[in-house]
């Protein structure tokens, strides 16, 4: 019962599902970011894209100073364990740069935006944001009062958006993906979305998947396009395949402090090449620094 | 400060770990008194051991050898909501007279001067966790009498108790500072002076924050960190010096 195969490039994949003004969810906390898939979007010389994560990340600092986004949605704007997002900042901060909408919760409101999305309901209550000004710096977080027990709960609106790229350890050709390590809210963000593009270190047989289905967080009747793209979450890491690179976040700091250094950047890493093969040969010793130690777990028995 | 935040912590206790020096409090804490100490990390991995001091919130060394791994719903959900986590660990950029933390924006919110990540997972932690550390170097631009924008509440004003307002933790119990430790008053939530760490004396700390400090009636002594605490910060947990200095 295999259906027909999704694989394609990523070129392919962006150009079929990604489209000038979609809002456009690339997830993964820390873990399983797809710069790849930014990258293409950036090539591809998207515009008025709503961007949408938790943590914008470089990925989307970077597709801020490429000017994809007319729009940013998310939860905490800072380089993880470095510092700011330069390009974001000077955006809000209005020191340059194309100008950008923002949209702010907190990573629950952000958690609770994609879980209505995936449920297919309007909003989602939760016990919050009492004493924070964040209601007041966004009038999409508002209260009801429960039919039940009369207190008031804030609620957030869902999240559906038309697009979300999820990177994954291993997928079959058709799109049954497992991933294992941290799962952030790519389960929630891919049943929110429209259109689901799977972005993997490895294709496999559907007996894989099969063997360990306890592991698929998302399965093909959701997917519309496969990528088999080796590295494509460098910086960002994948558990078991590559370490993140940590050396990169921090130069970041530097190389993305004037929007000259980040324009060179683009040039060189982005525009410069053309998929993401290209890029990892760019990066000479990157894989042998960065490959990950081996840690398997003794498996289970599936038998009955 | 780092050993000084480790000792607020009992063996056992079920910590949200925030990212940066409340990650390297708690880890020394983990290798010293308190070896049971669940630490929770909003990436989704709870009772995480890792073996190398985590540079992120999100980093692989969090996974291997935890307890669990969850989906962020679970975490905010199933364990923060829930009331499971004993212990919430928050820095910030700005700290208030009434423990009130501002991690968004130097400025008004629409035009800022300085734009600042925001909360991440700060705002509901500081709502719901049974009670919050705060760790902050003190001066009087971190610790001024009113903060800019609220993200993570403490005791706003100090004239509304926080369970009037439907909060379910306690809020800031203590403010960890590199020159004396901070607690909020039973009865007002106002920060006042607790305790000073040697060689420091009250005219130092008050010239650190922005607001008239109290005093509790007797001041504590900090103890300076032991031979033993010194040596895992420098030696073992932070060899990179990623958050130590010096």
Known sequence: MSDVSKVMSMRDAVARFVHDGDTVVIEGFTHLICFAAGHEIIRQGRRDLTL?????????????????????????????????????????EGKGGPPLEIEEYSHFGMVARFAAGAARLPFWPMRNYMGTDLPAANPRIRHITCPYTGEALATVPALNPDVTVIHAQRADASGNTQIWGLVGVQKEAAFASARVIVVVEELV???????????????????????????????????????????????????????????????????????RASYVEKHPGLTARLHATARYCPGVNYGF | MASVAARELADGEVVFVGIGLPNLACNLARATHAPRLVLIYESGAVGAVPERLPVSIGDPALVTGSLMVCGMADVFQLLLQNGRVEVGFLGGAQVDRYGNINTTVIGAYARPTVRLPGSGGAAEIAIHAQRTLVVSKLSPRAFPERVDFITSPGHLSGGVPRTQLGMPGAGPVKVITDKAVLEADEATGELVLAALYPGVDASEVQSGVGWPLGCRPRLGRIDPPTATELRLLRDVLDPKRLHLKG
């Open chain 1, 52 to 92: 949408c994560r938790l943590t914008p990340d470089l990925i989307y600092d970077q597709m801020i100073a490429a000017g994809c986004a007319r729009k940013l949605v998310f939860s905490w704007a800072g380089n993880p364990g470095v510092g700011s997002l330069h390009a974001f900042r000077r955006a809000v």
């Open chain 1, 205 to 275: 047989e559907e007996a894989v998947i099969r063997s360990d289905p306890n592991r698929t967080a998302v399965p093909a009747m959701i997917v519309d396009a496969v990528v088999v793209e080796p590295w494509g979450a460098h910086p960002s890491y994948a558990q078991g395949y590559y370490d993140r690179d940590n050396d990169f976040y921090v130069a970041w700091e530097a190389i993305s402090r004037d929007p000259g250094g980040i324009a060179r950047y683009l040039d060189e890493f982005v525009h410069g090449v053309p998929d």
